[in-house]
């Protein structure tokens, strides 16, 4: 399999997978979205709430602010030697007192742990009048996108088959597929139509293309036929600032091969057990 | 990760995968699909919250383990080569 990234920043992520299934696509997208474990706030302690929004409200609002996380600094809470109960190896304590009149953002949580925080500062919670307040204790976890949404370290992850666009002889260089294609990918090239260099994997894969060659009348079989390659996938990764899209794609890749050394590792268990038996 | 052999014999074997979901059972499957030797390789999910039981039957004398444990093999060796390909930082 190869990977070619054709963007890579902090934010996000492009890029193609080669010589792939349509099996394993998915499951590194699965992977990518609901197996990498980040931080959100599970937590809330609401001592004062005067504002508009129920406590309840408050607290969900609270728990979907993406948190900043440095790897590895956190372990899952059902792993750590506390059993649960929190302490400071698997969970951050934040802080978050305003009073009106003004806006409470992200940045007003103030966390225990310098080296983690809000991914971005300025995510709206609640707007407060005059008089109203908000002080509360919040606890941030270590978990995973599977258990809730919270956790989910991507906003857009997906992926499209990569277009295959063929034009045959039947193209008579009309332009009425060049004037439908919603992504502008056609021209008229030496009197025939031809994707325009470059613009190949803009393909949304719709086929508008095919039907307005067909409503020419040019008969049963069009011109220009789309379809997808079905071991090539095109890759959005897009991050949502809790960790670099890098660090998505490795620890998604990484979840994939830790499950199959693991099976390996119990199946070589079994069954050199049961060779011991037959002995 | 834990397995329980719910039924064992020459060309047939029936696993509990315990904590497992279709992220990973489904990605399984579709590899020891790709043995020759193998015949069937299924799994079900009976309800939101159980375990997955993977089922694979193979032809002639391909043990059932073995077809697992070379998909896993294999699929350990794609994330490798992705993960290598993967600029550093």
């Known amino acids: 399999m190869e990977i070619a990234f054709s963007v890579l920043d902090d934010q996000i992520a492009r890029f193609r997978l080669d010589k792939s299934s349509i099996a394993f696509a998915n499951s590194l997208r699965r992977a990518m979205i609901g197996e990498v474990p980040t931080m959100a706030i599970e937590d809330v302690k609401i001592y004062d709430n005067t504002s508009a929004l129920f406590d309840e409200m408050l ?16 372990i ?37 742990d310098p ?26 976890i270590v978990s995973r996108g599977r258990e809730h949404a919270k956790w989910q370290p991507t906003t857009a992850c997906g992926y499209k088959n990569y277009p295959v666009v063929t034009v045959n002889d039947r193209c008579d260089a009309c332009g009425h ?26 393909c949304s894969l719709c086929r508008l293309c095919e039907r307005a060659c067909l409503n020419t009348g040019i008969g049963e079989e069009a011109g ?30 990484d979840y994939i091969r830790t499950q199959s050394q693991g099976l390996a590792a119990q199946i070589y268990e079994i069954s050199g057990e049961t060779r011991d038996e037959n002995d | ?22 992220t990973f059972m489904n990605v399984l499957t579709e590899e020891i699909l790709k043995d020759p030797g193998v015949d069937v390789a299924r799994y079900l999910i ?24 070379d998909a ?4 350990e060796k794609s994330c490798n080569e992705l993960l290598d390909q993967i600029p550093a930082d």
């Open chain 1, 59 to 74: 607290a969900h609002r609270i728990g979907l602010i993406p948190i900043k996380t440095e790897e590895e600094c956190l």
């Open chain 1, 76 to 112: 899952p809470r059902d792993t750590c030697s506390c059993g649960g109960i929190g302490c400071p190896s698997c969970s951050v304590l934040f802080t978050l007192s305003v009073e009106g009149p003004g806006m409470v953002t992200s940045k007003d949580l103030i966390s225990q």
């Open chain 1, 115 to 140: 080296r983690i925080g809000p991914a971005s500062p300025d995510i709206p919670v609640v707007k407060l009048i005059g008089g109203q307040k908000v002080v509360l204790e919040a606890r941030a």
């Open chain 1, 177 to 202: 597929c060049v004037e439908e294609c919603p992504r502008e990918i056609l021209e008229i090239r030496d009197g025939r139509v031809a994707v325009i260099e470059g613009r190949l994997e803009s």
């Open chain 1, 224 to 253: 220009i036929i789309v379809r997808s390659d079905e071991s090539r996938f095109l890759f959005v990764v897009e991050g949502d600032g809790s960790l670099p899209a890098k660090n998505i794609i490795r620890q998604g890749l």
């Open chain 2, 1 to 22: 990760m834990n397995i329980k052999i719910l039924e064992l014999g020459k060309n047939k074997a029936r696993l509990e995968i315990q904590g497992e979901g279709h």
């Open chain 2, 46 to 69: 009976k309800f939101q919250f159980s375990d997955p039981e993977l089922l694979v039957t193979t032809r002639g004398n391909r043990d059932p383990l073995d077809v697992v444990k």
């Open chain 2, 72 to 75: 896993c093999g294999r699929l």
